[in-house]
């Protein structure tokens, strides 16, 4: 099934993006609000995920888009015919390095879903202890299968991602050499590598890096 949104032009009050290709979004300041979600054509079969699973997507499409997550500039498929690829754009988080910030994730989820955990990485780079720099890989539990909860939404998975900007975690690395200066406290050379790559590799608004 695919979902369709319709979209009017309104003062945006919050810089939300919903459920649009990443490469329409005019960064930092999208305009276009959904009024509501419609499910019509069916999608091609090769992407058509089980019932339940596409029930469960969509009713977390449904939910995102009535109670936005303030961690995210934009969440939804990368396109209406394809349920189980979607996409994202993370944001910094004030009084921290990455402040201003702005990240985009592939999402890669199962056709089990929710009982198996998406597949999460980073497509915009990242200095982050937690987050390999030159694949996007993600170390997080909850994203194993041992740890992986059916109670958990894609949304409220990135919510986990976007608090290891807050909370790195050096002492499981995927970038060594970041957790490397926190690990022998030297947090301003940390922070001053982290400012930069925040503000050199920020997401464009032109589609995925």
């Known amino acids: ?19 649009q290709p990443l490469d ?15 499910t019509t054509r069916i999608p091609r079969p090769s992407t058509m995920p089980p019932q339940n699973t596409t029930q469960r997507l969509l009713r977390e499409l449904k939910d995102y888009t009535n109670n936005p997550n303030e961690a995210l500039l934009h969440l939804g498929p990368v396109n209406e015919d394809d349920l189980l690829h979607w996409e994202a754009v993370l944001k910094g988080v004030k009084g921290t390095p ?22 999460i990485r980073f497509t915009t780079r990242i200095s982050h202890p937690n987050i390999s720099f030159t694949t996007g890989e993600i170390c997080l539990t909850l994203l194993t299968s041992e740890h992986w909860s059916p109670v958990y939404t894609v949304s409220s998975t990135l919510t986990a991602i976007h608090q290891l900007l807050t909370d790195p975690r050096p002492d499981s690395p995927l ?14 050379a940390w922070e001053s590598i982290v400012r930069y790559y925040t503000q050199e590799e920020r997401w464009k608004g032109r589609g995925m890096y």
Request: glycine share 2%; aromatic share 10%.
């Open 175 to 188: 970038n060594v050499d970041i957790a490397a200066l926190l690990r022998d406290g030297d947090i301003p």
């Open 24 to 38: 329409s979004i005019q960064n930092p300041f999208p305009i276009h609000k959904p009024l509501f979600l419609l």
């Open 1 to 19: 099934m695919d979902v369709h949104l319709i979209f009017l032009d309104v003062p945006a009050e919050q810089p939300h993006a919903f459920s």
């Open 98 to 119: 990455y402040e201003d910030g702005l990240w985009a994730l592939s999402i890669t989820i199962p056709p089990n879903y929710p009982l198996s955990p998406p597949t």
